[in-house]
């Protein structure tokens, strides 16, 4: 009989080393589940970025496309623009101004949507031998954050009108 009480006593300590490495290796499993989850919301928000820089370059075509003839006349046309000039009051009431004004929203939906770092450029050119432009049309950003390092992202569109 007091060999069985020997024994006993000896595995007393047993029970606890097993809950110590279970909660260890539950711990493990919980950190590389944060993990995954903070990897999984930056790459949702690097996606989100490229969607709303889609959208944007839709923007500014549907714009172009619904006043075809001044598009057409490079009224649409600019360098790669970070910074929107501000609008004079006069510039809002004239037809002849609406390229530059949607122009200048565009800038600003850009720094809206894309923060401070967003740029755009439109560009079109003659295509020989039909009335219609090629327009290509550039977003970018710095999306540091969802790539890892590399921060700037551009997305080009390029159209007929």
Do not use: H
């Not at 910074?83 to 800038?107: F, H, K």
């Not at 450029?121 to 950003?141: H, K, S």
């Amino acid at each position: 009989m007091r060999r069985a009480s020997c024994s006993a006593g000896r595995q007393n300590g047993v029970g606890l080393i097993e809950v110590l490495v279970a909660v260890l290796v539950m711990a493990i499993g919980l950190l590389g589940i944060a993990a995954l989850q903070a990897t999984a919301l930056r790459n949702s928000q690097s996606s989100l970025e490229r969607s709303q820089a889609v959208v944007l370059s839709y923007a500014i075509l549907d714009a172009m496309r619904a006043n075809l003839t001044e598009a057409r006349a490079g009224g649409y046309d600019m360098g790669m623009s970070c910074q929107a000039p501000p609008l004079a009051r006069t510039d809002q009431r004239t037809a002849a101004t609406l390229g530059r004004s949607e122009r200048v929203a565009w800038i600003g939906l850009i720094k809206a949507e894309l923060g401070p770092s967003g740029c755009g450029t439109v560009a079109c050119t003659a295509v020989a031998g039909i009335e219609a432009r090629e327009c290509r049309v550039t977003v970018r950003w710095d999306d540091s954050r969802g790539t890892g390092g590399s921060g700037q992202q551009e997305m080009t569109t390029v159209v007929r009108l």
